[in-house]
């Protein structure tokens, strides 16, 4: 287990050969053997330090940034201090400063194997370079394909198809019947496949839908900490590939979200709301159920989504802080804005 | 273990005779012996299908569905064509299909037995018929009652009693002296006697108040993944027979829930509020500490409750999505509303 | 392992030591071996209980209470009704019953051991008197301070230093490089150091920015049951000493928690945003992301907070309930709240 490896180095070289195989680097400046063995931000950064910017306005941290190596736009080559040994100019810095990010990553590399203790059902399926971790518990008919790590004291339920390449953290929950994609990431605490809310109401109380549908997730897809997803009522929820999830975001039933969504924390989509492609929804929103969102749609921070959206853009709701003490006669005024519209509207007759 | 069992099929003479026992059915019409082998919305059934029709909005899909076997009121018996080989009429067309829903659920049924590596203190005390996953850890004295699973990686803290015929999914943490009664399910990640959120002020910073109480779960409730349920301060926080929790609930210390209320995921009541039977709360709405609301009171999704309700009804907050662009002016007015409303007052003296 | 012992009784002098010992006590008058079995409301206690009052709003409930032991402010001396057998009065009622409450705590006091079930990598490091719960698993380089329980089921990262006598309660998951203080207390489901939700966009979607920092939280801390604190992208995420997290809160990447800010239940707080010391901040509310919130701020439930705060106060956003139909009609009106401002504008005009 190579969990206790030391932290490497990278030389400017090395960098630049990454970011040309993405076609993102346009020129490597200074001396190319130059190593890196941190990323920092431009104020804190060190020598030693790779460090980025991406837009003229961090001029002014490139004339004090003690790091050794950056990453920028050609247009800030004007601002470049002779302490900085070498410069990587690319199209899009940010992007680079992505690519290069996964080099510096201390996520322990685990080698593969199947720890001792884990407890797999002899007819669950795994593929070849798997790690399964301490107390996992893989049942019958499950699959887990190759190179996928499974964290410790994780679950993965019947007939659950894990894919090739993923990281399943630790405590992470799949119940049965649930399909992942390859190179899917989940975060601990989230659960994968927990029932819809569904209840039938009767004379002696709610009466239990049983949720017999499952769960897709895409390709690519990344899921948060404490994450819920509930399985269909009958048939999949539906997660795109390369959406990305943030931690404690609530997917209700039938939900279907379009590729490469991005959704911020404490985000709650109610059962069989569709979002279309590229959709982005700030944290807190809450979407309503039943809803069709189109795709390139926006929410900004805890805003309540109660109405289909049918055009791109970015929507909004809910009032801005204020001192409590004035907001609360605002708020207490809200009450009677219709009334004060019929007022208007009487004051305008009258004077017309 | 049957974990592996394959799916069934039902005839439709079986699922007659299952709804008759409920009193729902009033008519089997058609071929008795027909087989559903799975439940699908009408427009997506396929030969060998159930499915079902609640109201005459769905006559359109009868014209189209392809299932062989359909519960339905008998309001639509002139919609059906000859493809449908069998029609159970009944009298609350959602309540059957809840009903029947179970026979088709492929959660696994797991067989009686204690996994050798559950960790089970010698002064616990487990009922006949139970399952105890693998790694589940129950600490001293507590109960698990007769037919009662409780799934892999769960913790059952010291003197907690869990009721007949539950249901505890795969890491789940219940802490001690926690009380659940029969027929309860509780989803994965829940934690239940965490403790409340109770400090005092001091001079040094936040003294914790230890939390003594209590967590009590009547009969047949249902409680989501990831719902949080804290122990009282000094008695027990209280959730009623028949209370339906969904995904990310957060439910304070001292908080009492009325029977058969229904709460939707990301909803947080805060502490000693009460809640009468039958209340249903929408997702994301948020409940004020020490308030009072009666029975039947239905809060709409994300709204936020800092008064006690009298009165049943629904009840509403906030304001409804817009156009990023245009709301920015109107939530900037929001901050002059009562200005506002004393302009158009002095308006209307002048006017009179 | 002690977690059946019995509740112990504490005599009224045993706890006036104790509060004397925190300079809270001004006098024990009654008789001093009065035993206290249990803590409860002045409305409930019985014969045997102790209870407590803060303010004269409670002299009607001393006129009812069948407490034995009674801690409360001299102002209410005159209350007190023959049935009580000691009273203990303090200066600051609330912070001495906070003291108190610890004898009463029925938590599993466990004795120090390491099960014999846990998996912890050779180069892991224990302090003395420390309990290692059943199926824990603890990484390669992590450490685990003097006298901390580490619950059943939990898992500690790579590198990550758990303080001295902290309370780590079953199913927590410390992910790699984490620092948690001395006292620290993590309650279950919660996960501290996962990925901070970072991507750059590219043309083949979401490209992950890996999450390089790490977490630090400091001395005294609380987590409540479900919180999610992310890792930072290149520098920790800091929780400052003291502070209390209640369940279900989510704390992003390079997010600056000022020492004893108390953030309530389901509170999300986005990336690289500072609180400074002292904030209280009230269920439910969202704050944006890139925001100063200064010292001594409070914000009340379920506010959106999208701009950074200079001036210490209470602040607030969003409308209160009213009867749906009603608010129907005021939330409609919103959407036109700008266009009112100029009609009122008008009118004015149009009057002057």
């Known amino acids: 287990v190579s969990q206790n490896s030391l932290q490497e180095a990278f030389s400017a070289q090395s960098l630049a050969d990454l970011l040309q195989a993405d076609c993102l680097l346009t020129e490597l400046v200074g001396c190319s053997d ?32 003690k790091a050794s190596v950056l990453i920028l736009p050609s247009s800030l080559k004007a601002f470049i201090k002779p302490s900085v040994r070498a410069c990587l100019y690319v199209t899009a810095p940010y992007l680079a400063y992505a690519k290069v990010s996964s080099l510096f990553d201390k996520c322990p590399a685990q080698d593969a194997g199947i720890h001792s203790s884990a407890i797999i059902h002899e007819t669950a399926n795994l593929g070849v370079n798997v790690y399964i971790g301490p107390n996992v518990v893989i049942e019958a008919q499950a699959k887990v394909s190759d190179n996928t790590y499974i ?46 809310f569904g209840f039938a109401p009767s004379q002696d109380g709610w009466v239990k839908i049983h949720q017999i549908g499952g769960v897709t997730l895409g390709d690519d897809v990344e899921v948060g900490a404490g994450t819920t997803i509930d399985r269909g009522a009958l048939e999949d929820t539906f997660i795109g590939a390369g959406v990305k999830l943030d931690n404690q975001v609530q997917i209700a039933h039938n939900v279907h979200l379009g590729e490469h969504c991005a959704v911020a924390a404490c985000v709650g989509i109610a059962g069989s709301t569709k979002l279309g492609k590229g959709c982005t929804v700030a944290g807190g929103v809450g979407i309503a159920g039943h809803l069709d969102i189109t795709e390139d749609v926006h929410f900004t921070g805890n805003t309540t989504v109660t109405r289909s959206v049918r055009k791109p853009g970015s929507y909004s709701s809910g009032t801005v802080i204020e001192p409590s003490g004035q907001w609360r006669k605002n708020a207490a005024r809200f009450r009677s804005l219709d009334e004060l519209f019929r007022r208007v509207k009487m004051l305008e007759k009258k004077l017309s």
């Open 34 to 65: 130059t190593l890196c063995e941190s990323i920092m931000p431009l104020a804190k950064a060190q020598p030693g330090s790779l460090s980025f910017a991406v837009s003229e306005k961090q001029a002014p941290l490139l004339e004090i940034t």
């Open 151 to 196: 964290g410790a004291n994780s679950f993965i339920g019947a007939r659950t198809q894990v894919g090739e390449g993923c990281r399943i953290h630790p405590n992470v929950t799949l119940y049965h019947d649930v399909q992942i994609g390859d190179r899917v990431i989940i975060h601990s605490s989230a659960v994968i496949g927990s029932d819809g």
